[in-house]
C-alpha cells in the first residue's frame, strides 16, 4: 500500500456491475487513491481499469469484510464506498453490519450507493485535505 489517501471499495454480487461501471466514470478521480477491494469486485474492476492501484483482498464472506474492518479500525482508510443490494437475502450478513458499524463508530466516511459514492469522491476529507475532527462534547449542565 502507499502513502496516498486509501479507499475501499466494496460491492454485493447484483452491484457489482454498478461498481465497476462507477470505477469507470470515476477513474480520473479514483487515481490518486490506493484503492483496495473485496475478492470478485476489485478483479472485475482491475480488468476495466488497470491503471488504477487496487489491491485485492479476500472475498468478503471468506473474510475480506473483516480486512477492511481491521484497516479502518487502525485508520488505514480515509473512507470506503460499499455498493449495498438491500433486497438479496446475504449469508454473511453479519460481517456486512459489522463493517458498517466499525465505519460508523471510527467516523469513516461510507458511501452506501451511487449517488452518495459520488459525493464521497468530491470530498476534501477523502482526499487527506481535511483531517478527521473529533465531535466536541456537550455538557450537560449547558443544556
Not at 479507499?7 to 470505477?23: I, Q
Amino acid at each position: 500500500m502507499t502513502g496516498r489517501p486509501m479507499l475501499a471499495l466494496v460491492a454485493h454480487d447484483a452491484k457489482k456491475d454498478a461498481m465497476v461501471d462507477f470505477a469507470l466514470r470515476n477513474h480520473d478521480k479514483l487515481k490518486p487513491y490506493g484503492l483496495v477491494a473485496t475478492g470478485t469486485t476489485g478483479q472485475r474492476i482491475s480488468e476495466r481499469c488497470p491503471t488504477l492501484d487496487i489491491t485485492p483482498l479476500k472475498s468478503g464472506p471468506l473474510g475480506g469484510d473483516q480486512q477492511i474492518g481491521a484497516m479502518i479500525a487502525e485508520g488505514a482508510l480515509n473512507g470506503l464506498i460499499f455498493f449495498i443490494d438491500p433486497l438479496s437475502p446475504m449469508p454473511h450478513d453479519v460481517d456486512v453490519k459489522a463493517l458498517m458499524r466499525l465505519a460508523v463508530v471510527y467516523d469513516l466516511p461510507m458511501a452506501l450507493n451511487l449517488t452518495t459514492a459520488e459525493i464521497l469522491l468530491r470530498s476534501a476529507r477523502l482526499r487527506g485535505l481535511e483531517s478527521t475532527s473529533t465531535i466536541p462534547e456537550i455538557s450537560v449542565s449547558k443544556l
